[in-house]
């Protein structure tokens, strides 16, 4: 049996997100990958991800393993999968790793970003791709904020309603808001996250931005661990993950940067 890993690249605003779904009428991710790739390898493939999208949240690089009888190679897990994938999927790189390689008990971190496009007009190109807000944002304080989300907490409040994880408790290694032109990127990586935390920690950014709440209401947030208190999940359509960090041991490929058009003003 070998182990073979991806990097895909998806947008998912037409997707109901990663998982594969009991509904026919509900398209994920996971159920076109595995289409192609048991096509290629004539034989049923089950994958295993980084981290499990929502839906219309998108990828730049997650990182996918499967186990297959048969090797056939990185130009036909890569090349050949594309030509059988509607085209909002993408393989970007395929190899041949160790059977202790895991996809997900493997990852020491998961990197998302969160794309705001501040602008009193809709951009049509920016549809699905980034969250507009008219409002002038206070990115200083948004920072502030962000700030206190460093470090091992429970993330409760920040925690979506029907997440299956056993504990609360999440490492963040860094989070902060950047402006790019007319773009804010809020950047956060952490050990894992909790179903809409990243969403969730964004809308309650909004309200500090906008000068509805301070910037200390975060760690108010953190230690009364109710959801209710804080501020609306964000739009699933700016967030992106956009790479997974694995041990070098693995020789697992870095994501891409984002587009350049988002750096633009």
């Not at 549809?127 to 948004?142: F, G, N």
Request: proline share 4%; net charge neutral.
């Amino acid at each position: 049996m070998y182990r073979i890993a991806l990097g895909l690249e998806y947008d998912g605003a037409t997707f109901s997100g990663w998982q594969a779904q009991s509904s026919p009428q509900l398209e994920t991710v996971q159920e076109n990958l595995e289409a192609a790739l048991s096509r290629i390898a004539a034989h049923p493939i089950k994958t295993i991800c980084a981290g499990r999208t929502d839906a219309g949240v998108h990828a730049i690089n997650q990182v996918v393993h499967f186990d297959s009888p048969v090797n056939r190679g990185e130009k036909a897990w890569s090349t050949g999968v594309n030509s059988l994938l509607p085209p909002s999927i993408r393989v970007i790189w395929a190899q041949d790793v160790d059977v202790e390689f895991h996809a997900r008990f493997s990852a020491m971190a998961r990197n998302y970003k969160y794309l705001v496009y501040s602008h009193k007009t809709e951009r049509p190109m920016l549809w699905k791709k980034a969250v507009r807000v008219s409002q002038k944002l206070d990115i200083s304080a948004m920072n502030e904020a962000a700030a206190c989300l460093i470090g091992e907490h429970d993330f409760s409040a920040f925690r979506g309603a029907g997440c299956q994880s056993k504990s609360p408790y999440r490492s963040v290694i860094e989070a902060n808001w950047t402006k790019r032109g007319a773009f804010l990127i809020f950047s956060i990586k952490a050990n894992a996250f909790l179903l809409h935390m990243v969403r969730n920690i964004v809308g309650s950014s909004f309200d500090v931005g906008k000068g509805i709440k301070e910037s200390h209401w975060f760690l108010e947030l953190l230690d009364g661990g109710e959801r209710s208190s804080a501020g609306v999940t964000a739009p699933s359509d700016g967030l992106y993950l956009v790479d997974v960090d694995y041990p070098k041991a693995y020789g697992i490929p870095k994501g891409m940067t984002l587009p350049l058009f988002f750096s633009e003003g």
